[in-house]
C-alpha cells in the first residue's frame, strides 16, 4: 500500500466508554524510549548503556472536529475520554493501537472547528492475560504436593508391619480423642468422624494397600486444618496432634524402630502441611485483628518445623549402607520448607496490615465509655467497648470506675 493510500484511510478513535470517533487529524509524530540503565566507572572513559525493553511510544495528538455540531462532538469526546479504560486507536499509519491519554488540550476560538490536541501513550492492556496468584489456593496445592511425595516415598521404601499398623491406628485414635471435644460445627464433627473411620479402615489394611493407608489418614490428619472455627483454635489442634505423634520418636535414635521413625516422617510432615493450611484460611477478621495474634501464629509454626528437623535429625541412623540405617528423604523436607516459608511471607504481609498493639495508663479515675472514646473515639460504638473489655479482662468493678495508673491494652 502507497503513503498516499495509508494517509486517506480513516482515522477512528474507539474510547473506554466503547463510543467510536471519526475526527480529522494532522500530524503523525511517534517517540519510542528504552527503559535503560547508565554506568559510569572511575578511570574508563566513556559509558556503559544497559538497554532493555522499549518502553510505550507516544504519539501526537491533533484531532479536528468540524461542522454545525462540533462543539457537541468535542463535548461527547470530553465526557468519553474521562472513562479510565484504554482507547483504541485505528491509525492511518501506525496501525491499530491501545493507548491512554496524558493530556489533552481542546480549542474552541476557531469558527466551525474544535480542535484537540496532547499526547497519548501505548499501553499494556488489562486483556492481556495476568498471572494471578491467590496465596490460600498455592498454599493448599503445594501442601496436597508435598503430602504426594512424603506418600510416595514411603510406600516405595517401607511394608508395614501389624506393629506398625497397631500404633499408627492408636494415633489415630488420640488425635481424634483429641479434637473431637473442641470442634464447635457438628458438621465438621461429622466429617471428622467419617475421615476418622476410613483412615482405621484403610490402616487395617495397610500391609496389603499402603498407598490408600497412607493417603486416607493424610486426608484425617488434615481435616481439622480447614473446621469452621478460628485459626488458633485449628493450629491448637493440629499442634496437640503433631505433640502426640512425637512421643513415638523422642529419644534415641537407636532405641526407635526404622519403620516407625519413617511413619513419623509423613504423618508429622503432614500435620506440618496442615498447619500451613489452616494459618491461611481466615474465615474470621478478629483471627488477625492486630499483630500479637499474627506473631503468635507465625512462632507456633516456627516451634513445631523446628522441632520437627530436631527430631528428623536425632533419629538418622547410619549412611544408607545398612538396612536399619534410616535418613530422612531431602526432597520432602524440602518441599515442607518452602511451603512453611511462603506461608510465613503471606503472614508477614497479614502482620504489617494488622493493628498494633498499644499500652494506655489512666492519669486520672475514670469510667469504661469514657477511656474507649479516648482510646477509640467513636469507632464501632459498643464493639470498641467490649473489645477494651476483652483485652484487658475487666469484670464488674471496671465496668463502674476504672482507677488512675491502671494499663490499659488496646490496638490502633
Do not use: C
Not at 113 to 134: D, F, Q, R, W
Not at 297 to 324: A, C, K
Not at 376 to 395: K, T, V
Request: proline share 3%.
Amino acid at each position: 500500500m502507497s503513503w498516499i493510500e495509508q494517509v486517506n484511510k480513516s482515522f477512528e478513535i474507539t474510547t473506554g466508554d466503547g463510543v467510536k470517533y471519526t475526527p480529522e487529524w494532522l500530524n503523525a509524530n511517534k517517540n519510542v524510549e528504552y527503559n535503560v540503565k547508565e554506568f559510569n566507572f572511575p578511570g574508563v572513559a566513556g559509558t556503559l548503556v544497559d538497554r532493555r525493553e522499549p518502553k510505550g511510544a507516544k504519539y501526537e495528538l491533533e484531532i479536528y472536529f468540524q461542522g454545525d455540531d462540533h462543539l457537541d462532538q468535542a463535548r461527547e469526546f470530553e465526557l468519553s475520554a474521562a472513562d479510565k479504560r484504554f482507547w483504541i486507536i485505528a491509525h492511518p499509519l501506525y496501525g491499530l493501537i491501545n493507548v491512554q491519554p496524558t493530556s489533552l488540550l481542546f480549542d474552541n476560538t476557531q469558527n466551525n472547528v474544535s480542535k484537540i490536541t496532547g499526547t497519548v501513550t501505548e499501553t499494556i492492556t488489562e486483556t492481556n492475560p495476568k498471572a494471578l496468584i491467590i496465596p490460600q489456593d498455592k498454599i493448599e496445592e503445594d501442601a496436597e504436593f508435598a503430602n504426594e511425595e512424603m506418600a510416595t516415598t514411603f510406600e516405595n521404601n517401607v511394608t508395614p508391619s501389624s506393629s506398625d499398623i497397631n500404633l499408627a491406628k492408636a494415633d489415630n485414635e488420640k488425635a481424634f480423642a483429641t479434637v473431637d471435644t473442641k470442634i464447635e460445627d457438628p458438621s465438621d464433627g461429622n466429617e471428622y468422624f467419617n475421615a476418622f473411620n476410613t483412615a482405621q479402615s484403610a490402616m487395617t489394611n495397610a500391609s496389603s494397600d499402603a498407598s490408600l493407608a497412607i493417603r486416607a489418614t493424610q486426608t484425617y490428619i488434615e481435616k481439622p486444618a480447614l473446621f469452621g472455627q478460628s485459626v488458633q483454635s485449628r493450629l491448637a489442634m493440629l499442634s496437640d496432634n503433631f505433640s502426640n505423634l512425637r512421643k513415638n520418636v523422642v529419644g534415641s535414635s537407636t532405641t526407635v524402630k526404622k519403620s516407625t521413625k519413617q511413619f513419623y516422617e509423613w504423618q508429622a510432615g503432614t500435620t506440618l502441611n496442615a498447619v500451613a493450611v489452616a494459618a491461611t484460611n481466615v474465615f474470621d477478621e478478629k483471627d488477625y485483628d492486630n499483630r500479637p495474634k499474627v506473631v503468635a501464629v507465625m512462632d507456633s509454626i516456627l516451634r513445631l518445623f523446628s522441632e520437627y528437623l530436631l527430631d528428623l535429625d536425632n533419629m538418622q541412623l547410619g549412611t544408607g549402607g545398612n538396612p536399619d540405617d534410616y535418613i530422612p528423604a531431602a526432597q520432602s523436607i524440602i518441599q515442607i520448607n518452602n511451603l512453611l516459608n511462603y506461608t510465613m511471607s503471606n503472614l508477614f504481609q497479614i502482620g504489617l496490615n494488622a493493628r498494633q498493639e498499644r499500652f494506655y495508663v489512666t492519669p486520672d479515675e475514670t469510667d469504661l465509655i469514657s477511656l474507649t472514646h479516648t482510646l477509640y473515639g467513636l469507632a464501632n460504638g459498643d464493639e470498641s467497648i467490649l473489645e477494651i473489655i476483652r483485652n484487658n479482662g475487666f469484670g464488674i468493678k471496671q465496668m463502674l470506675k476504672i482507677q488512675k495508673d491502671i494499663t490499659v491494652k488496646y490496638y490502633i
